[in-house]
């Protein structure tokens, strides 16, 4: 009986083999996700760009022409009547057409070599032949060199005032072919319709844009002063949580040195006064004395000496990373330099200056222009090379 009544019966059997039947081996679940997008709107983007183009346009031609044409109306009713007159005469002899350049388009042309046939080769010639030119252009390169580095308040306060060439060393290049050339697209309008053009543009306009868009040495200098910023609060971080001992700036220092150095004269030259140590110590006690005078929180306080604190405070934090962009402007910034003139010759080496208390070396190159005869000071480069001194000291004592 006892083992009938312990039996599992067969509706149990039967549902436990449905749930077996039913189950199925796991498997990986993937889910894939998927964007929705809007259909684009073509009627609404074509109002919107010509929108954002009729704005642009309006800007342009209030802030940039109706300015320029303002200007030449009032140039043009401040001129005489005879000014007036040969402009007429002058825009009647012109080709009659108006070039409106765009902006970000100018390019550099490479010109083909010279050949032999032309005026420049043959002057290239002639004056390869005349050993007095030569030695003549090298003697006005050496002069333009020491008139140049007189002009430096830097070497004339290290070296002296009085400079002589003492010699050097110029050699005399003919290139192949003329330098490159600048042309800029525009619109041009003619009396035949409106045209798609290029003009040519001076060289030294395009160096000078081209560093006005392209500012390396200011972005140079304020990275410099940044990181620099940026170390200096970092190092101020790490010493207010214990993780670096406080040190004291070069400054901070010079500024104590000095402190003491005044305080022990002063110390000296009273003869029943108290001993330099008790003048330092005199120092020290007013200044802690100052510092504990100071109200604490909660007392009055004194707005503008607060705020004068403050500044002296940011502009005692500022001046290392000052120097710092000082420095590297120093470094990075070149003057902008001019390419030579068509037919010019190249005149390069090194020029050694003669001064009462050194002898200094110059890098110099630059180019003689055989119309003019002269050296154009804006395509010229000049850099010292190295300063020795006459007599040296020892640079500690």
Same mark, same amino acid.
């Given at each position: 009986? &006892?083992?009938?009544?312990?039996?599992?019966?067969?509706?149990?059997?039967?549902?436990?083999?449905?749930?077996?039947?039913?189950? +199925?081996?796991? @498997? #990986?679940?993937?889910?894939?996700?998927?964007?929705?997008?809007?259909?684009?709107?073509?009627?609404?983007?074509?109002?919107?760009?010509?929108? #954002?183009?009729?704005?642009?346009?309006?800007?342009?031609?209030?802030?940039?022409?109706?300015?320029?044409? /303002?200007?030449?109306?009032?140039?043009?009713?401040?001129?005489?009547?005879?000014?007036?007159?040969?402009?007429?005469?002058?825009?009647?002899?012109?080709?009659?057409? $108006? &070039?409106?350049?765009?902006? &970000?388009?100018?390019?550099?042309?490479?010109?083909?070599?010279?050949?032999?046939?032309?005026?420049?080769? !043959?002057?290239?010639?002639?004056?390869? !032949?005349?050993?007095?030119?030569?030695?003549?252009?090298?003697?006005?390169?050496?002069?333009?060199?020491?008139?140049?580095?007189?002009?430096?308040?830097?070497?004339?306060? /290290?070296?002296?005032?009085?400079?002589?060439?003492?010699?050097?060393?110029?050699?005399?290049?003919?290139?192949? *072919?003329?330098?490159?050339?600048? =042309?800029?697209?525009?619109?041009?309008?003619?009396?035949?319709?409106?045209?798609?053009?290029?003009?040519?543009?001076?060289?030294?306009?395009?160096?000078?844009? %081209?560093?006005?868009?392209?500012?390396?040495?200011?972005? @140079?200098?304020?990275?410099?002063?940044?990181?620099?910023?940026?170390? @200096?609060?970092?190092?101020? #971080?790490?010493?207010?949580?214990?993780?670096?001992?406080?040190?004291?700036?070069?400054?901070?220092?010079? #500024?104590?040195?000095?402190?003491? /150095? %005044?305080?022990?004269?002063? *110390?000296?030259?009273?003869?029943?006064?108290?001993?330099?140590?008790?003048?330092?110590?005199?120092?020290?006690? +007013?200044?802690?004395?100052?510092?504990?005078?100071?109200?604490?929180?909660?007392?009055?306080?004194?707005?503008? !000496?607060?705020?004068?604190?403050?500044?002296?405070?940011?502009?005692?934090?500022?001046?290392?990373?000052?120097?710092? $962009?000082?420095? !590297?402007?120093?470094?990075?910034?070149?003057?902008?330099?001019?390419?030579?003139?068509?037919?010019?010759?190249?005149?390069?080496?090194?020029?050694?200056? =003669?001064?009462?208390?050194?002898?200094?070396?110059?890098?110099?190159?630059? $180019?003689?222009?055989?119309?003019?005869?002269?050296?154009?000071?804006?395509?010229?480069?000049?850099?010292?090379? %190295?300063?020795?001194?006459?007599?040296?000291?020892?640079? %500690? @004592?």
């Amino acid at each position: 009986m &006892f083992p009938r009544l312990f039996r599992p019966s067969a509706v149990l059997r039967s549902a436990r083999a449905s749930t077996r039947v039913g189950e +199925t081996p796991g @498997q #990986v679940i993937t889910i894939q996700r998927v964007r929705m997008f809007r259909a684009r709107n073509i009627v609404r983007s074509v109002f919107i760009g010509g929108g #954002v183009g009729y704005i642009c346009y309006h800007l342009y031609s209030t802030a940039v022409i109706s300015p320029l044409i /303002r200007h030449l109306e009032q140039e043009y009713a401040s001129l005489s009547p005879k000014e007036k007159v040969a402009l007429a005469k002058s825009a009647a002899e012109d080709d009659g057409y $108006f &070039f409106l350049p765009m902006p &970000f388009t100018t390019r550099m042309v490479d010109p083909e070599p010279y050949k032999g046939t032309d005026p420049e080769w !043959k002057k290239f010639g002639e004056i390869s !032949k005349d050993k007095a030119l030569q030695e003549k252009i090298r003697n006005d390169l050496a002069d333009l060199s020491k008139q140049a580095a007189s002009r430096s308040p830097d070497l004339l306060r /290290r070296c002296g005032q009085q400079m002589t060439v003492r010699r050097y060393w110029l050699d005399i290049d003919f290139p192949y *072919g003329p330098p490159p050339t600048f =042309e800029q697209s525009g619109l041009l309008f003619d009396d035949d319709g409106i045209f798609w053009a290029s003009e040519p543009v001076d060289s030294l306009t395009v160096m000078r844009s %081209r560093k006005i868009l392209w500012p390396t040495a200011m972005a @140079q200098s304020t990275w410099a002063y940044t990181s620099t910023m940026m170390l @200096q609060h970092w190092g101020q #971080v790490k010493t207010m949580f214990g993780f670096e001992a406080p040190q004291a700036s070069s400054t901070q220092l010079a #500024v104590s040195e000095a402190l003491a /150095r %005044r305080s022990l004269s002063s *110390g000296r030259q009273t003869a029943d006064g108290p001993p330099a140590i008790d003048a330092v110590n005199a120092v020290t006690k +007013t200044t802690d004395q100052s510092q504990t005078e100071e109200p604490i929180s909660g007392g009055r306080t004194n707005f503008l !000496k607060d705020m004068a604190t403050s500044v002296d405070g940011m502009r005692q934090m500022a001046v290392g990373p000052w120097m710092e $962009f000082r420095r !590297k402007l120093s470094q990075s910034w070149k003057p902008t330099k001019d390419l030579p003139p068509r037919g010019s010759i190249m005149v390069s080496g090194m020029v050694e200056l =003669e001064t009462p208390r050194a002898f200094i070396v110059v890098d110099v190159h630059g $180019f003689w222009d055989p119309e003019t005869r002269k050296f154009p000071f804006a395509s010229m480069f000049m850099k010292v090379r %190295r300063i020795q001194m006459k007599v040296q000291k020892p640079a %500690r @004592q």
